[in-house]
């Protein structure tokens, strides 16, 4: 069980951290969504850990709209980056 939580744990870090970017740049899902070929429902759901997000779609967010993929799992410099 131990694992499963931990799992979901991270997805919903990563989640939290495409949340985190896309607002704070003004995006909506939609515009998020199109840069990877899902709908702004799929994107919520990547956003709140429902659904995993692939390597390569993270790969593509972070390069299509220059996000710092290296701070994924430090809330701490998402909030000194902005």
Not at 8 to 23: A, N, P, V, Y
Not at 55 to 75: G, K, R, Y
Request: charged residues 25%; hydrophobic residues 35%; without cysteine.
């Amino acid at each position: 069980m131990k694992n499963a939580e931990e799992g979901q744990l991270f997805h919903s870090t990563i989640g939290k951290w495409m949340k985190f970017h896309r607002e704070a740049r003004g995006f909506k899902q939609r515009d998020v969504g199109q840069a990877i070929g899902v709908s702004h429902q799929q994107i919520n759901k990547y956003e709140t850990g429902i659904s995993r997000i692939s390597a390569s779609a993270l790969f593509t967010l972070s390069s299509h709209f220059n996000w710092p993929v290296n701070t994924i799992f430090n809330e701490e410099l998402w909030k000194k980056k902005l």
